[in-house]
């Protein structure tokens, strides 16, 4: 990996999932959730997605089927919560890790990390049709998402240099050599919980995402990144200081950031990218919240999903083209 030293990174850290009690359930259920992304990746996966709940939202706790038969979107929109499926996912997957937790607490905490992770990985992620349809194809493989909720920039930071993707990246089948298909994308957004938990600035939260960003380039040589800009958030509803106008001045601070790397760093400048068009489309004509896609004015609904798939998938293609010139 090439010297970030000069980045002037942010410590990385672990954390606890503020919400699961108790504090050391929460901590466990943290490095479970890391542990499971990690082993997604498989011998053909050329795309990662890394972030927050945003992007942990690809996946659903249930089958899509299955939410589809219980009308659970419909049933969980007349809930009084802020995030209507984030809630329900949050419910599910404390139910279900808290009982792994209790029965192998007594081995210790690597047992219990690692039965956590399985439980995530073979009963509780279900990617959603958008993300089948536009994403990753046929292959399943070929495209996975690895969000954890409430990561912040400094989380993902931590999960990158502690392997997270590193599956991903020397992912070769000793089986099937001939199935192997290098990583070459990974699209990055990360930054809104910056704002909301009120520990970073809009400045501070842009260039701790830049860094984040060449970071992964310099980690993994060559993998075209692309830096996701926020989508809309406000404090209407809830009680955040992930607003618009932070957002806003996020989004705008980014360009700012990432062509400061770009003059640094001739690898950044090849392999880094801005995607800043894609996040308007969540945003009504005085760039408040679209609420019927975004009902909490932060997290996506189905609609929504659906729209950033097939807004997402030619940035995709297009950094796929760029690392094919690159590395014929």
């Given at each position: 990996?090439?010297?970030?030293?000069?980045?002037?990174?942010?410590e990385p850290e672990p954390r606890g999932m503020e919400w699961f009690t108790p504090s050391?359930?929460?901590?466990?259920?943290?490095?479970?959730?890391?542990?499971?992304?990690?082993?997604?990746?498989?011998?053909?996966?050329?795309?990662?997605?890394?972030?927050?709940?945003?992007?942990?939202?690809?996946?659903?706790?249930?089958?899509?089927?299955?939410?589809?038969?219980?009308?659970?979107?419909?049933?969980?929109?007349?809930?009084?919560?802020?995030?209507?499926?984030?809630?329900?996912?949050?419910?599910?997957?404390?139910?279900?890790?808290?009982?792994?937790?209790?029965?192998?607490?007594?081995?210790?905490?690597?047992?219990?990390?690692?039965?956590?992770?399985?439980?995530?990985?073979?009963?509780?992620?279900?990617?959603?049709?958008?993300?089948?349809?536009?994403?990753?194809?046929?292959?399943?493989?070929?495209?996975?998402?690895?969000?954890?909720?409430g990561d912040r920039t400094r989380h993902l930071l931590w999960r990158v240099m502690s392997?997270?993707?590193?599956?991903?990246?020397?992912?070769?089948?000793?089986?099937?050599?001939?199935?192997?298909?290098?990583?070459?994308?990974?699209?990055?957004?990360?930054?809104?919980?910056?704002?909301?938990?009120?520990?970073?600035?809009?400045?501070?939260?842009?260039?701790?995402?830049?860094?984040?960003?060449?970071?992964?380039?310099?980690?993994?040589?060559?993998?075209?990144?692309?830096?996701?800009?926020?989508?809309?958030?406000?404090?209407?509803?809830?009680?955040?200081?992930?607003?618009?106008?932070?957002?806003?001045?996020?989004?705008?601070?980014?360009?700012?950031?990432?062509?400061?790397?770009?003059?640094?760093?001739?690898?950044?400048?090849?392999?880094?990218?801005?995607?800043?068009?894609?996040?308007?489309?969540?945003?009504?004509?005085?760039?408040?919240?679209?609420?019927?896609?975004?009902?909490?004015?932060?997290?996506?609904?189905?609609?929504?999903?659906?729209?950033?798939?097939?807004?997402?998938?030619?940035?995709?293609?297009?950094?796929?083209?760029?690392?094919?010139?690159?590395?014929?």
């Amino acid at each position: 990996m090439a010297n970030t030293q000069w980045l002037e990174l942010e410590e990385p850290e672990p954390r606890g999932m503020e919400w699961f009690t108790p504090s050391a359930f929460g901590r466990d259920s943290w490095m479970a959730n890391h542990l499971a992304n990690r082993a997604k990746a498989g011998p053909s996966t050329e795309v990662v997605l890394v972030g927050d709940s945003i992007t942990d939202a690809w996946g659903l706790t249930l089958p899509p089927a299955l939410c589809d038969a219980v009308k659970l979107e419909q049933r969980t929109n007349a809930l009084k919560t802020n995030n209507h499926m984030g809630y329900v996912k949050g419910v599910l997957m404390q139910i279900g890790l808290i009982w792994v937790w209790i029965g192998t607490y007594a081995f210790g905490s690597s047992v219990r990390i690692n039965a956590m992770a399985w439980l995530l990985r073979a009963a509780m992620d279900f990617p959603r049709r958008s993300f089948m349809r536009s994403m990753s194809g046929p292959d399943p493989m070929s495209c996975v998402s690895m969000g954890i909720m409430g990561d912040r920039t400094r989380h993902l930071l931590w999960r990158v240099m502690s392997g997270e993707l590193d599956l991903a990246w020397a992912n070769v089948d000793k089986l099937s050599p001939q199935s192997f298909k290098p990583l070459k994308v990974v699209v990055m957004l990360i930054g809104v919980n910056n704002l909301g938990y009120k520990e970073y600035s809009p400045e501070e939260t842009a260039r701790h995402i830049a860094n984040c960003a060449a970071v992964i380039a310099m980690r993994y040589e060559g993998v075209q990144v692309l830096i996701h800009q926020l989508l809309p958030a406000d404090n209407t509803i809830t009680s955040t200081r992930a607003n618009r106008a932070s957002v806003a001045k996020v989004n705008k601070t980014l360009v700012e950031q990432l062509s400061r790397l770009c003059k640094e760093s001739e690898l950044i400048e090849s392999n880094v990218h801005l995607v800043d068009d894609v996040a308007p489309l969540f945003a009504n004509k005085d760039g408040s919240c679209n609420l019927t896609l975004l009902p909490d004015e932060l997290h996506l609904n189905e609609a929504g999903y659906d729209i950033w798939a097939t807004a997402l998938a030619p940035h995709i293609a297009a950094a796929k083209g760029r690392w094919e010139a690159l590395n014929s």
